[in-house]
């Protein structure tokens, strides 16, 4: 029979040749199993003394202990051995893609559109819309241009063969919707329209027959010149961000007044001109039916597509219609 | 408008200060300065030659050798790109080493092979107008090697150009400009009043005016002038009409128009042997009636056009906007009339856009002139007509038509306050006015006052258009800046919101947001299949904008069209924009519509897409039924919808519009009513907690004809399958010989749960053998082994 000491001597050997899990799992079978001379010695502990008995068992059992131990530990040696292997076989390049991002871009028009949006909803205000195709006097009637006034002539007006003629028009402008909104909202009103316009012009680098603008429009109890230049202010603020501020010069609409253009002095000192504003006309406020003795009220207007140049370096407006994906998909 | 320094000091003469500064302040005044200059600056080394010889270049034909006299007497070669010099004329020579107004160097060079020594200069070149179409050629009389600014008697000025606005008739002229400005810096303004030195026989007994249109007409004012000066003006008023883009005439045409940059007031002169009896009238013409104008051209008129006419009633002139050939100043032209008037401004603004006549004098007329100014506009042109040698008569005639009373407006010091957001008194307030001429009366003292409007600010007739007086002298910048709050809390509409959804999901899914023109031209919507073209553009500048879109189709097949031909196929786009279908109301009808086009794809696709925009947006009950659809393939084609209702179309364009459009791929296409889709219920499902037993799947697959829809049989499925059907989904199609010409299978998974209890057997059984029995009878399908 087996000493103890060799038992343990042998497990070990064996343990240490074995090279991968299933060979350890074969020598554990060979050492601990159910026919391994440690069984074997445990069974043959029957047949002594009770004295010899108790020393030889205690023998065996420290040599089980130990067995254990040695096949547990090359176990765990083995399986992290196996672990690295595996992982090292599954390696990837992750460059290595052939499938191209899809990825749909906004259109630079929506991407400022929503921004400005997003400014003035920041400020408090609703956003309304008007029609493209709108009625003569929404788009000059109501807005304090009379029939035949030179003020007209502003505006390239592009009419569509619709009711009587001269009737209907395409707007040329997003302020219909002032009085659009005037007509079916009591007082105070806090809203920017953005929209499509459209006016008589040959495409080129800075035309298009076709524009988008974006109207602004308070009317309150005490709202005055003061209100409409701090606003016009806080939006340069908030949309072209610090070191850029606002004036306003003395200009005419015939839907506002007094009426002023307002440019936007950049950091280096140079203006942009960006729109027009003005306190809404007593007669435009009297049209829309509000009592211009109780309310007050500002507009401005300006316009998108040229935010939309600038603040992406583009400088030809027909290039935001061509539907180029390469165009496009820059932004 | 354009207007020197030197000539706005001749009403202000203590304005100065940089001029820089000064367009600053022109510009918070309302006058923008779009560009400021220095003009007769920079003349140093022109000098007056005259040209001995012209020869053509050997070797080029653009260009042509002249030879100078620059005042030595010796012959000095020059090339030169323009023509319009002749031996003997005098101009201006740039000599080799001057520095030019516009920073060019002159310097001594060979152009194709021929020495130039020196630059024969144009108008604009040395920068007294615009003109470049040649070279100034300079009156005779003047010796050749005066420096040219001796010679013309340039002084360095400073050259303001401004934009007027429609409501500023005033500052059409210099005198309003001058006004404006004086008032603003604070120094005196005066209107000179001219003196004339009157001989002969009264004006009265040579010459009449009568207005039979009373109401066009409000007032016309005649002198006589007798001796009037045939050459050309003198050199100081050329150079300044030069200057503000007016090319000098002759004395006579030059006077006139002096007067009106001036003054502001058009006028015309009549050469008084060819007006019968000196006698005038205004009348409005009779239809048809004929005129042959000062250009030449024969008009015919309306009855809203107002005439000049003569004492036999024929007419003589399109009043205020030309004059007539048959009274037109000649060189032996001795006598004139001179008529300044003031038009009704909507007549004249009529017949001149009638006429495509529009003129300084009809800009003029049409925004409205001051009538007072009359009688100071015919004296200054005698006077400067005096000092040429010309005679004027006695008097003048001045006959009234009818004229809008003077307008009173009161005005309440706190309303201009509450409008502007100023803290003005009312002393401060009237301070301001007075010197543009609105003069005030009233106590002071923060009360009301009353303001007397000028005749020359036809603008104004309400307290508003005083308070922007009060806030545009005072100054914009001027005033304190407030942010005016609101309760209100900002945000967008559902529908706003909705627009931002679709937006964020379609470029999610790999697909780009388009915009195309709303215009197209004619053809375009039956190239794409569609059926008539919806509202025309009554006034196109081109065909190809003249059709309002009735779909965003046209547009989004372009595109990909576009694309294509720039080696880039398979494009997915989108375009959300509105549409006019035809029909409508007072208005037409417009619609939004979100239209996807997928090149390169099959129909299908965009039925998933509709799915996942639906199941976005939580439409109620989105559905596909497949049926034709204009322009889209027949067989590949169907309806979207809504909680049952149309909301749209999809499936893949037609292969006939594919090659009208010269696209070679396939495009599948969704186009969908974002209002009809708004108008459909959106619901979301109610929540219902996971079960927490273990579901059963059961695959089941069934054999069916073409025509049945995917989806109906999926809805029986459902249908059949009751509460304990938590999902159905094709997830499998096939088509065989053994399964028959015009048939295939359809393959789904159907997963069984139940909230309380793990299904038995015996139950998925029961509900399995359900479905297959409801699909097989409702759609004569056979279920597959």
């Known amino acids: 029979m087996a000493e103890p000491e060799q038992l343990v001597a042998e497990a070990e050997r064996l343990a240490v040749a074995a090279t991968t899990l299933d060979e350890l799992s074969a020598v554990r079978t060979a050492v601990s199993g159910k026919r391994s001379p440690l069984v074997a010695a445990r069974k043959a502990l029957g047949g002594l003394e009770p004295e010899a008995r108790r020393e030889a068992g205690q023998a065996l059992n420290a040599a089980k202990a130990s067995i254990d131990e040695i096949l547990n530990s090359r176990e765990a040696e083995l399986s992290a051995a196996a672990r690295v292997e595996q992982l090292a076989a599954e390696r990837l390049d992750l460059t290595e893609v052939a499938e191209q991002p899809a990825h749909g871009h906004l259109h630079v028009i929506t991407q400022t559109w929503q921004e400005l949006e997003d400014v003035f909803v920041g400020m408090g205000y609703r956003v309304a819309e008007g029609p493209e195709i709108e009625s003569e006097w929404y788009n000059f009637g109501a807005l304090n241009f009379p029939l035949e006034h030179p003020a007209r002539d502003m505006y390239d007006t592009l009419y569509v063969d619709y009711g009587e003629p001269g009737t209907t028009l395409l707007r040329t402008h997003t302020s219909p919707v002032q009085a659009r909104v005037m007509e079916t909202q009591a007082p105070p009103i806090y809203v920017v329209a953005p929209g499509r316009c459209f006016r008589q012009d040959t495409a080129d680098a800075t035309h298009m027959p076709v524009f988008h603008q974006i109207e602004g429009l308070v009317v309150d109890r005490a709202t005055s010149l003061g209100d409409l230049a701090g606003t016009i202010e806080a939006f340069t603020a908030a949309y072209f961000g610090p070191g850029f501020s606002s004036r306003l010069r003395p200009s005419y609409f015939p839907f506002t007044e007094p009426s002023a253009e307002f440019d936007i002095q950049r950091p280096d000192g140079s203006w942009l001109e960006l729109g027009g504003c003005g306190m809404v006309h007593p007669n435009v406020l009297e049209a829309c039916g509000i009592d211009p003795e109780q309310w007050q009220g500002f507009a401005f207007g300006f316009g998108i597509d040229r935010l939309a140049l600038i603040r992406f370096g583009i400088d030809d407006l027909r290039e935001l219609w061509t539907n180029d994906v390469r165009f496009l998909g820059q932004f | ?785």
């Not at chain 2, 940059?261 to 006698?279: C, I, K, R, S």
């Open chain 2, 1 to 785: 408008m354009k207007v020197l320094l030197s000539w706005l000091r001749e009403f202000a003469p203590d304005i100065d200060g940089d001029p820089q500064h000064l367009a600053e302040v022109l510009a918070d005044l309302g006058l923008a300065v779009e560009e400021l200059s220095h003009t007769g600056a920079g003349l140093a080394g022109v000098v007056v030659a005259e040209v001995l010889a012209t020869r053509p270049h050997p070797d080029a034909d653009r260009i042509q050798l002249v030879d100078v006299d620059p005042g030595d007497g010796e012959a000095l070669q020059v090339c030169c790109g323009a023509f319009n010099m002749a031996p003997g004329d005098l101009v201006p020579l740039a000599t080799v080493g001057t520095t030019m107004p516009g920073g060019i160097e002159i310097a001594r060079r060979k152009m194709r092979g021929q020495w130039s020594n020196g630059m024969l200069c144009s108008v604009a070149e040395i920068g007294l107008g615009d003109d470049h179409r040649g070279i100034m050629i300079l009156e005779q009389g003047l010796s050749a090697g005066t420096p040219l600014a001796e010679a013309l008697g340039i002084q360095p000025d400073v050259l303001f150009d401004l934009e007027v606005n429609p409501n500023r008739p005033d500052a059409m002229s210099v005198m309003g400009v001058a006004r404006d400005l004086a008032a603003r810096l604070g120094v005196l303004f005066t209107v000179p009043a001219p003196p004339v030195a009157e001989t002969g026989a009264p004006a009265a007994q040579r010459a009449a005016v009568s207005i039979a249109a009373p109401d066009f007409c409000g007032r016309f004012g005649v002198r006589v002038l007798d001796n009037v000066p045939s050459g050309a003006s003198p050199r100081w008023m050329a150079n300044r009409l030069l200057a503000v883009g007016q090319r000098p005439i002759n004395a006579v045409v030059d006077l006139s128009n002096y007067v009106m940059f001036e003054l502001g007031q058009p006028n015309h002169t009549y050469d008084l042997d060819l007006v019968p009896g000196g006698a005038l009238g205004v009348r409005m013409a009779r239809p048809g009636e004929r005129l042959t104008t000062l250009d030449g051209t024969e008009r015919t008129l309306t009855t809203a056009d107002g005439v000049i006419v003569n004492r036999d009633d024929d007419a003589i002139g399109l009043a205020g906007v030309m004059g007539g050939a048959s009274t037109e100043i000649s060189a032996d032209t001795r006598s004139v009339l001179l008529e300044a008037a003031w038009w009704d401004p909507m007549t004249i603004a009529r017949t001149a856009r009638r006429l495509g006549l529009r003129s300084e004098a009809s800009a003029r007329f049409e925004r409205g002139v001051d009538p007072d100014i009359i009688p100071t506009a015919l004296d200054r042109f005698a006077e400067l007509a005096g000092a040429l040698g010309a005679t004027t008569s006695p008097g003048m005639i001045d006959a009234a038509g009818n004229r809008a009373e003077p307008i009173t407006v009161r005005v309440r010091p706190q309303r201009v306050n509450a409008i502007l957001g100023t803290d003005l008194g009312a002393e401060e307030m009237t301070a301001l006015l007075s010197p543009i001429g609105f003069a005030c009366d009233g106590s002071g003292d923060g009360q009301d006052f009353e303001v007397s409007i000028p005749s020359w600010r036809l603008d104004s007739a309400a307290e508003i258009d005083v308070i922007e007086e009060v806030g545009r002298l005072h100054g914009y910048s001027k005033i304190a800046r407030t942010v005016p709050v609101t309760e209100q809390a900002g945000a967008l509409t559902p529908q706003q919101k909705d627009r931002r959804r679709i937006r964020a999901l379609l470029c999610g899914m790999g697909i780009t947001e388009a915009m195309s023109l709303p215009f197209l031209a004619p053809g375009d919507v039956a190239r794409a299949g569609l059926g008539d073209d919806g509202i025309t553009v009554a006034n196109p500048l081109v065909a190809e904008e003249s059709i309002m879109r009735t779909s965003l189709r046209p547009g989004l097949l372009k595109a990909v069209a576009y694309n294509a031909a720039r080696r880039t196929a398979g494009v997915s786009l989108f375009e959300i924009g509105r549409v006019h279908p035809g029909g409508g109301g007072r208005l037409p009808d417009e619609q939004e519509h979100l239209a996807v086009i997928l090149a390169g794809r099959e129909a299908t696709a965009a039925t998933t897409l509709w799915r996942r925009l639906a199941r976005h947006l939580a439409v109620a009950n989105p559905g596909v039924v497949n049926g034709p659809v204009d322009g889209l393939h027949p067989g590949r084609s169907g309806s979207v919808l809504a909680d049952g209702r149309p909301v749209g179309a999809l499936g893949e364009i037609d292969p006939q519009v594919l090659a009208a459009c010269e696209i070679d791929e396939r495009a599948a296409w969704l186009e969908v009513d974002l209002g009809a889709l708004r108008g459909a219920d959106r619901r979301l499902t109610p929540y219902r907690a996971p079960s927490r037993y273990p579901s059963s799947d059961v695959d089941l697959a069934f054999t069916v004809a073409d025509e049945v829809s995917a989806d109906d049989v999926a809805a029986t499925i459902a249908q059949a399958g009751g509460e304990l059907l938590s999902s159905v989904a094709l997830f499998d199609v096939f088509r065989s010989t053994q399964l028959g010409e015009g048939r295939r299978s359809l393959a789904y998974t159907l997963r069984f749960e139940a909230a309380d209890r793990t299904l038995n057997d015996a139950e998925v059984a029961q509900v399995r053998q359900s479905c297959i029995e409801a699909v097989t009878t409702a759609h004569n399908a056979t279920l597959r082994g």
